[in-house]
Structures are given as C-alpha cells and as structure tokens.
C-alpha cells in the first residue's frame, strides 16, 4: 500500500516561492505527479514525473519544477514567481501506469491529503 504525505505549503507575496515535498512509503511506482484543486474547481495536473521525463501545464512552465529524490523516496516541486491563481490545494500522486498531464485525475490510484498554497496580491 503506498501512503503519501505532502508538506510545505503556505501562505506567500506573489512572486515569491514555496517548495512542497510529499513524502513516499510502501511500494511506489514509476509515475508521479503534482495536482491541484482551488475552491469550486476540478482538480487539474500541474506536473508529472515519470521514468526520465517531466511534463508540466502550460500555466505553470518555466515557474514549476518537479523533482524527485529517489534515495529518500520523496517527490518535490519548486514553485517559483507564484502568483494569485496559484491559489489551491496541492496534492501528489503515484501510479502504476503511464499518465500525462491530460488523462483523467481519476485514473490515478494513490493520493495524498493535500497541502495548501495560498498566494496573495
């Protein structure tokens, strides 16, 4: 059974960074991912990390960076020059299957409780 735990939100400026951690244990698979759900929203990808590749949403390039430490078994994301629609609850995410950022946050089998970003103007 894989449990993940996120960390590291908070509230910040725009423009200023956060990096969240979720943290891994049990059997993990080869897909991870970073979501996110602001109030009355779907819940949408914002970057995944699978075997050698990285996909991000175009809201999001050139300001997220997703990483993972596979030592500690711990998947990152570097969010930088945030802004006010950035505003959610991020949650990671791991898979036994290939996903992209497209495919349905339904198909993903493991979740975390979430962390909040709140980011003010």
């Known amino acids: 059974q894989v449990q993940l735990v996120e960390s590291g939100g908070g509230s910040v400026q725009a423009g200023g960074t956060l990096r969240l951690s979720c943290a891994a244990s049990?059997?993990?698979?080869?897909?991870w991912g970073w979501f996110r759900q602001a109030p009355g929203k779907e819940r949408e990808g914002v970057a995944i990390?699978?075997?050698?590749?990285?996909q991000y949403a175009d809201s999001v390039k050139g300001r997220f960076t997703i990483s993972r430490d596979g030592a500690k078994n711990i998947l990152l994301l570097q969010m930088n020059n945030l802004k006010p629609e950035d505003t959610a609850m991020y949650y990671c995410?791991?898979?036994?299957?290939?996903?992209?950022?497209?495919?349905?946050?339904?198909?993903?089998?493991?979740w975390g409780q979430g962390t909040q970003v709140t980011v003010s103007s």
């Open positions: 995410a791991n898979s036994h299957l290939y996903r992209t950022i497209n495919d349905p946050t339904s198909s993903w089998r493991y």
């Open positions: 049990g059997y993990t698979f080869s897909t």
């Open positions: 990390y699978g075997d050698g590749w990285t």
